[in-house]
Nanobody
């Protein structure tokens, strides 16, 4: 089994930055395609970004394109989400997810493992 743990969430003013991290103990995340999703109260869980397990190809939701960056640090066995120019509409619980297929997916049900989430709150 894969156990994922997110960290780095918090409260920040609009225009600020946060860096989220996803770590797994006893597993090599480089062999998994990783995704970040977010869910606000009363809203559906939505795709944010993904990075493939093979050559690190990345994909982003239009709403975060140019502001967020997903990356791997294989030495630390972590996947990060750098979030810049944060907006109030970015407020949500952010989840790290993993799946075994080569390519990323925008659909939550195509990811096999999930962390418990970390809260990101952006004030105006």
């Amino acid at each position: 089994q894969v156990q994922l743990v997110e960290s780095g969430g918090g409260l920040v003013q609009a225009g600020g930055s946060l860096r989220l991290s996803c770590a797994a103990s006893g597993r090599t995340l480089s062999s998994w395609t990783m995704g970040w999703f977010r869910q606000a109260p009363g809203k559906e869980r939505e795709f944010v970004a993904s990075i493939s397990r093979s050559v690190g190809l990345t994909s982003y939701a239009d709403s975060v394109q140019g502001r967020f960056t997903i990356s791997r640090d294989n030495a630390k066995n972590t996947v990060s989400l750098q979030m810049n120019s944060l907006k109030p509409e970015d407020t949500a619980i952010y989840y790290c997810a993993a799946r075994s297929l080569y390519t990323g997916s925008i659909y939550p049900n195509e990811y096999h493992y999930w962390g418990q989430g970390t809260q990101v709150s952006v004030s105006s």
